[in-house]
């Protein structure tokens, strides 16, 4: 869907075929996991994008369709399809985002899925919650005990499922917290190899979870039904000691790994294409010329990572077929950062006809780009207008310059901190140090070297991936090589491979619960770590090393506040660049036409410095073509205007510019239409033209009046429609562009025109796509209540995802008979 929109936006014809009753596949079925703020799953922008798919202006949608045959001829495919017409469609490209297969757990049957109730895998605790039917399938009770069960079809040499399916630890995580959100004293065990919590949004939260949930490592292998106590007994044997513990449990949930989808081997061979030795088509250079994959056809992948391989899919397609609009040649860039990350994204660029201007916060000479101007040791001052205007003042050296530029990305580096502490002692060197020694003066290597991971907290996948490879290196070459860890996270199936080989190789690893246990003493001829060992409780055990090598610290950007200030944007909670919002993640932001790339914003490998780069130049072209005549927008009666500019310090997309005599005036490339300058202009200056919903006729059709937000509440009430538990006969719903354009006069007039309530349907926080549209509706909903003296449940304020129509109609429902649910 994500490449159909990019490419319909440029005009090209597409034809989406999917199998099923709607578009979406397994994700538009995935439960909302917010506990209050979202929990950046990603699952509702499937709905979100499901329902845009209505109003493609070159898109044909075939559902209940599925391929019959498909061959390549001229260059051209010939596709025909399982429907009630045995339709034939002829294109230049085919996309294959066939999704993916979840592992059938009656494969092993030692689990007792099948056998016993209470054992159920994380697709079925999805629906459940979905359904809101968790505490029925929970005893009574306000502690009842859950298990996690992962890695249950991954990692599994022996089932030739030896990848990390990548999904299935963040899904577990986020379902413990779910099931946490409404029983807060569920007792939660989570029993893993390494709980595999990845990205920028996780290191948070998987240290949050620490404190809530035990973490058990080793995958018990056998489930036990407890008859007298109708629970479940899990024998639970600890991976390296062996020591086996009975544990029981009301309910075990197996983390089911992912496989590729069962058609695409079919696919694949009427096509040409190779699938790997897991049978997805992982690398383009098993796809003959035309064919291309996204999401889980290339391999496992989680909701956000399919949607920007599918418009990294339509860029690659816009290139390959030469259709790829004129605009962008004429359009300048700024690339800011001093990395090697801002070198290839300027190179990229510039190679695809862009004007590059690369403003080098670095004061080293770096290497000419053609097509790119270099400014050095820069300093950005101040960044004003909007996309396709952005007006920088920075100074190069001595002098001051001002460019302009239709977008800007950032691409400054992580920070690096190589003190590793112990910087007296010559046999402890930070990683990059000792990589210098490795690569220049090999013979000094010594026999014995250490390699401590996790020291400065989670550590990030380049550094971890780094100190396999050397370590294996260093096992091939004879010398003892050793991984000190709290865990290995293995991101993915290339991490997956490097640690199997290092093991292979004989690196020994050794896992400390709590790395700040492990004192370190370096002496004249080698250092002494003293840890506690998690396979030898009670035991402090003494490593003995020549050499310790300690990865570099990493954190945010220097300057990442001051520019992220600059450029009106957020930091994550950690520092880092970009909110973990999923409305704009990968590299998108809320201001349109500023982009992230690289560790400025999150751990990024080569490949994924990749994919991101082919992300932006996929958006700018996009942003550049984009036909805007068809959105909502605002506009500012001049007449009525007092130049408070309320409307330019509230504006989450930063699309209102000054003009002169302080006359604000809305960019129409850079607004997204939400509709809050509307609600704060105290001149009530701001209309938007054609906006869909209003209340002023007087007219009230229900009891029950509700806002909803067209990204979610709208969408939700939607689906419960299509499911046949919600009716506009309940409740009379107005659609609004986000729920930040509500006033006070919206909330009151249905209440004064007879109706008993009123609830806003917005997203969750967090989750918001105007940053705060959600948040300011709350506030007003609350404010009015108290100010008015009007029963607290006259106006509601609801948080709510696309993907939540069981809860949404619930609600309404229990509102309408005077109940209050949550
Ligand atoms: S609001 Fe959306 S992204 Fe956030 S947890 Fe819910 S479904 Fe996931
Ligand atoms: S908020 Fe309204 S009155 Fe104030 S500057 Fe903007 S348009 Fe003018
Ligand atoms: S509608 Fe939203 S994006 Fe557009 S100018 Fe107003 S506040 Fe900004």
């Known amino acids: 869907m994500a490449a159909a929109k ?27 996991m917010a506990t209050g703020v979202c929990q950046n799953c990603g699952a509702c922008l499937s709905a979100e994008l499901a329902d845009q798919m209505n109003n493609l202006k070159h898109t044909t949608v075939h559902l209940k369709s599925s391929i019959s045959k498909i061959k390549q001829n001229n260059e051209r495919f010939e596709t025909t399809l399982n429907d009630s017409a045995s339709s034939t469609i002829l294109t230049d490209a085919v996309l294959l985002a066939t999704g993916m297969t979840a592992f059938d757990p009656a494969k092993l049957p030692d689990l007792g899925y099948g056998i016993y109730d209470q054992v159920i895998t994380t697709a079925d605790l999805n629906n459940i919650l979905k359904q809101e039917r968790l505490k029925e399938i929970l005893p009574d009770t306000p502690s009842p005990s859950i298990a996690f069960i992962q890695c249950v079809g991954s990692r599994n040499r022996e089932m030739g499922r030896d990848y990390c399916s990548q999904v299935c630890c963040k899904t577990a995580v986020r379902q413990a917290n779910k099931i946490l959100h409404s029983i807060p004293d569920a007792q939660i065990t989570v029993f893993h190899i390494d709980l595999q919590v990845i990205g ?13 949930v035990s973490l058990l490592q080793g995958v018990p292998g056998k489930i036990l039904s407890d008859h007298e106590k109708g629970r479940l007994t899990v024998i639970h044997e600890h991976p390296e000691t062996g020591a086996r513990t009975a544990r029981h449990f009301d309910l075990i949930v197996l983390a089911v790994g992912i496989g590729p989808c069962v058609e695409i081997g079919e696919i694949a061979k009427q096509l040409d294409a190779k699938p790997d030795q897991w049978g997805f088509l992982s690398s383009s250079s098993s796809l003959p010329k035309g064919v291309y994959t996204a999401g889980a056809a290339q391999g496992p992948t989680d909701i956000l ?31 800011l950062g001093e990395s090697k990350d801002s070198g290839r994204i300027c190179q990229s660029l510039a190679q695809d006809g862009w004007q590059v201007l690369q ?40 002098q001051n310059h001002s460019v302009k530029a239709a977008a800007i990305v950032l691409a400054s580096d992580a920070h690096m901190v190589s003190d590793t502490g112990f910087s007296d002692s010559d046999k ?24 401590w991971l996790d020291r400065h907290g989670q550590e990030w996948k380049v550094s971890a991936r780094t100190c396999l490879s050397l370590a294996a290196a260093l096992a091939e070459k004879g010398k003892t090589a050793i991984i000190v860890m709290e865990k290995m996270l293995v ?36 250092v002494l770590l003293e840890m506690n060992e998690a396979t030898l409780p009670g035991i402090r055990l003494t490593l003995e090393c020549d050499l310790l090598v300690i990865p570099e610290n990493v954190g945010p950007p220097v300057n990442a506040s001051e520019t992220a200030r600059l450029l009106r944007q957020q930091c994550d909670s950690e520092g880092f660049l970009q909110s973990a919002n999923v409305r704009h993640r990968g ?26 780069i082919n992300a932006v130049k996929a958006a700018l072209v996009v942003l550049t073509n984009r036909d805007i005549k068809t959105e909502l927008l605002p506009a500012i009666d001049k007449n009525k205007c007092a130049r408070c500019l309320t409307c330019y310090r509230i504006c989450p997309h930063n699309a209102v510019t000054i003009r002169d005599n302080y006359q604000p005036v809305i960019s129409t490339d850079a607004c997204f239409g939400c509709g809050i300058c509307v609600s704060h202009c105290p001149a009530n200056a701001i209309s938007v033209i054609s906006e869909s919903g209003s209340v002023s006729s007087g007219k009230i059709a229900s009891e029950t009046v509700i806002f909803a937000c067209d990204r979610s509440g709208a969408l939700a009430l939607g689906s419960a429609q299509d499911l046949g538990i919600f009716s506009e006969k309940n409740a009379q719903v107005i659609r609004v562009s986000c729920a930040g354009r509500i006033d006070e006069p919206m909330l009151i007039e249905p209440l004064l025109n007879g109706a008993k309530r009123v609830i806003v349907a917005a997203c969750h926080e967090g989750n918001c796509r105007s940053v705060s549209g959600s948040s300011f509706a709350a506030v007003r909903s609350r404010l009015i209540v108290e100010h008015t003296g009007l029963n607290d449940t006259a106006i509601r304020h609801l948080s709510v995802a696309a993907n939540e129509p069981v809860r949404i109609a619930g609600i309404v429902s229990a509102a309408g008979s ?5």
């Open 6 to 32: 990019t490419l319909d936006t440029l005009g090209i014809s597409v034809h989406l075929v999917e199998q099923g009753e709607h578009l979406g596949g397994k994700a538009f079925d995935w439960a909302c």
């Open 200 to 212: 920028k949004e996780f290191r948070t939260q998987a240290a949050d979870l620490k404190s809530r």
């Open 305 to 335: 990572s399919s949607r920007d391989q599918g418009i990294i899919a339509a860029y690659k397609i816009i290139q390959d077929l030469n259709t790829s609009p004129e605009t962008k040649q004429k359009s300048n860039i700024v690339v």
């Open 359 to 398: 403003l080098d916060t670095g004061h080293q000479q770096a290497a000419e780009i053609p097509g790119v101007t270099r400014f050095s040791s820069t300093s950005l001052h101040s960044v004003s207008g909007t996309v396709g205007q952005y007006n920088l003042s920075f100074t190069a050296g001595e």
């Open 428 to 451: 402890i060197k930070s990683l990059n140090q000792f990589i210098d020694i490795f690569e220049k003066t090999p013979d000094k290597v010594p026999k014995t070297v250490a390699f």
């Open 491 to 526: 991101h993915g199936i290339e991490g997956q491979e490097l640690y199997d080989a290092a093991r292979h190789k004989g690196v020994r690893f050794l896992r400390t619960e709590n790395s700040a246990q492990i004192t370190v003493t370096p002496d004249n001829s080698n």
């Open 587 to 612: 590299v998108g932001s809320p201001r349109r036409g500023i982009f992230f790339v690289g560790s400025c914003h999150d751990e990024t490998d080569e490949s994924d410095l990749k994919r991101e």
């Open 818 to 822: 005077g109940k209050e649910v949550s």
